[in-house]
T-cell receptor
Framework: DAKTTQPPSMDCAEGRAANLPCNHS???????VYWYRQIHSQGPQYIIH???NNETNEMASLIITEDRKSSTLILPHATLRDTAVYYC???????????FGQGTTLQVKP | DTEVTQTPKHLVMGMTNKKSLKCEQH?????MYWYKQKAKKPPELMFV???????INESVPSRFSPECPNSSLLNLHLHALQPEDSALYLC???????????????FGAGTRLSVL
């Protein structure tokens, strides 16, 4: 199963873009990259996912490098409510299992 | 509406007790999941039900027994637990089974379990 590597923590100023990196160098061609976040004392919340192309939705943008070995989640205008643990996950191709890594704790500061 | 409801929110039980955790969704989702999350650790998959049949069991000890009585309901029966089983137990559901491209899992808020 492909593993992901994320920085353990990051800070971001409120109103600025938060760019969260993720390395997944062993990803297979048919494995999707998913991002979830978990705000304290809540269940994980789906943010976005992609295979090859960049993706954007109302919450965030996902940029996947051409070789697919890394990706970046972009929160365009971070707010205090975006403070959470962000998980980058490579979904196992055959079973579809989500195997969570250690995640990045994003602290948005005023 | 993307709500997954878990009850109870908190549960304290002794090692000889039998208890059950309940998870409910009314989104017509056909796959449901149990995860376990220890403090300051990421969630770990325990079980997956797809179309009401157990499709994945991540070698979970038999003191945890899942049940899917219908497509909207998922239970986790607990018996003879150990203190190290204390954790946040998360339920999730998805419209399509986990192996499909558009699989998105929606999580409940969890049941915080303490085993004394």
């Amino acid at each position: 199963d492909a593993k992901t590597t994320q920085p353990p923590s990051m800070d971001c100023a409120e109103g600025r873009a938060a760019n969260l990196p993720c390395n997944h160098s062993t990803i297979s061609g048919n494995e999707y990259v998913y991002w979830y976040r978990q705000i304290h004392s809540q269940g994980p919340q789906y943010i976005i996912h992609g295979l090859k192309n960049n993706e954007t939705n109302e919450m965030a943008s996902l940029i996947i490098t051409e070789d697919r070995k890394s990706s970046t989640l972009i929160l365009p205008h971070a707010t205090l409510r975006d403070t959470a643990v962000y998980y980058c996950i490579v979904r196992v191709a055959v079973t579809g299992k989500l195997i969570f890594g250690q995640g990045t704790t994003l602290q948005v500061k005023p | 509406d993307t709500e997954v409801t878990q009850t109870p929110k908190h549960l304290v039980m002794g090692m000889t007790n039998k208890k059950s955790l309940k998870c409910e969704q009314h989104m017509g989702h056909r796959a449901m999941y149990w995860y376990k999350q220890k403090a300051k650790k990421p969630p770990e998959l325990m079980f997956v039900y797809s179309y009401e049949k157990l499709s994945i069991n991540e070698s979970v000890p038999s003191r945890f027994s899942p049940e899917c009585p219908n497509s909207s309901l998922l239970n986790l029966h607990l018996h003879a637990l150990q203190p190290e089983d204390s954790a946040l137990y998360l339920c999730a559901s998805s419209q399509v089974p986990p192996g499909l491209a558009k699989n998105i899992q929606y999580f409940g808020a969890g049941t915080r379990l303490s085993v004394l």
